[in-house]
């Protein structure tokens, strides 16, 4: 059973700093890529950030500079470095893998956490 454990979330003013952390368990972490996405109230679920399982890193354009997703495959975990911090990055931030280890990729999901940003 593939497990995603998301932590970190938090309420931080303006301009603050928070780090996510999605711990993934179940599954061989080197073949899944992971995608970090955000759902604020009353919008759509939208990406964020991926990290695919060579490393390369993506990021949608309202975070780049402000965010960096790294990953560590000696702890399972994929981590969210948010900076500069605004109240339009206020959503619940869910992490999601990809996993490539059979013929067909598998998506899982966590159960998300929090940020809000005060202005």
């Known amino acids: 059973q593939v497990q995603l454990v998301e932590s970190g979330g938090g309420l931080v003013q303006a301009g603050g700093s928070l780090r996510l952390s999605c711990a993934v368990s179940?599954?061989?972490?080197?073949?899944?890529?992971v995608n970090w996405y955000r759902q604020a109230p009353g919008k759509q679920r939208e990406p964020v950030a991926t990290?695919?399982?060579?490393?390369?890193?993506y990021y949608r354009d309202p975070v780049k500079g402000r965010f960096t997703i790294s990953r560590d495959n000696t702890k399972n975990t994929v981590y969210l470095q948010m900076n500069s911090l605004k109240p339009e990055d206020t959503a619940v931030y869910l992490c999601?893998?990809?996993?490539?280890?059979?013929?067909?990729?598998?998506?899982?999901w966590g159960q998300g956490t929090q940020v809000t940003v005060s202005s």
């Open positions: 999601n893998a990809m996993d490539w280890s059979g013929f067909r990729p598998n998506s899982y």
């Open positions: 179940g599954s061989t972490f080197s073949n899944n890529d």
């Open positions: 990290i695919y399982r060579t490393g390369s890193t």
